[in-house]
């Protein structure tokens, strides 16, 4: 089974609503990762959270990681139009080499 | 955008027969990653690499075989395609911990 379930698996909003995905995880991480993929295209990097962080905030996207519950939570304000697609977390597993494992992702669409 | 480049973008191939899937950097990054794309799974990781001649499994790996034999290319062959094989694939760079994967375009193999 994989490393990473996102929550909800799909998500619509009106436009200028805030969105807000969870990524559940199973084993120790060194950081969590969220990506957005636009349909049919590749991932695209979006923030990191290294896990001694508990926060992140990069422009519109907040970054919440909480390693006691082994989950983290995407907020994306003020959502827009072009927020629709899917979003993705992937985490760098601890210990060993550099695994990183993507989730199930969570397909949101921003109703303008 | 990152110098990652996969080949080829589109393939369809008969089942039994054997497929390399082509990935290429310019970035002189360390780790190599390929991934499948499948609805209702997200990414999941086949094999990675972290240097020359070192690679290692990822959750899916039976079927398929890597091989890096200088930092930027990075083979995925599958070794006698059946139509579980269907699907598209993603090839990703690190340079280290703690930092973003870029991703390529993406393959999408059909096995008929």
């Known amino acids: 089974s994989q490393q990473g379930e996102e929550d909800p698996q799909a998500l619509s909003i009106q436009e200028g609503e805030n969105a807000t995905m969870n990524c559940s995880y199973k084993?120790?991480?060194?950081?969590l990762q969220w990506y957005r993929q636009n349909s049919g295209r590749g991932l695209v990097h979006l923030i990191l959270i290294r896990s001694n962080e508990r926060e992140k905030h990069s422009g519109r996207l907040r970054v919440t990681l909480d390693t006691s519950k082994k989950s983290s939570s995407l907020l994306i304000t003020a959502s827009r139009a072009a927020d629709t697609a899917s979003y993705f977390c992937a985490t760098l597993l601890s210990g060993g080499y550099q695994k990183v494992t993507f989730g199930t992702g969570t397909k949101l669409q921003v109703i303008p | 955008d990152a110098g990652i480049t996969q080949s080829p973008r589109h393939k369809v191939t008969e089942t039994g027969t054997p497929v390399t899937l082509r990935c290429h950097q310019t970035?002189?990054?360390?780790?190599m990653y390929w991934y499948r794309q499948d609805p209702g799974h997200g990414l999941r990781l086949i094999h990675y690499s972290y240097g020359v001649k070192d690679t290692d499994k990822g959750e899916v790996s039976d079927g398929y075989s890597v091989s890096r034999s200088k930092t930027e290319d990075f083979l995925l062959t599958l070794e006698s395609a059946t139509s579980s094989q269907t699907s598209v694939y993603f090839c990703a760079i690190t340079a280290d911990q703690n930092t973003e994967a870029f991703f390529g375009q993406g393959t999408r193999l059909t096995v008929v």
């Open positions: 084993t120790s991480i060194n950081n």
């Open positions: 970035e002189n990054h360390r780790y």
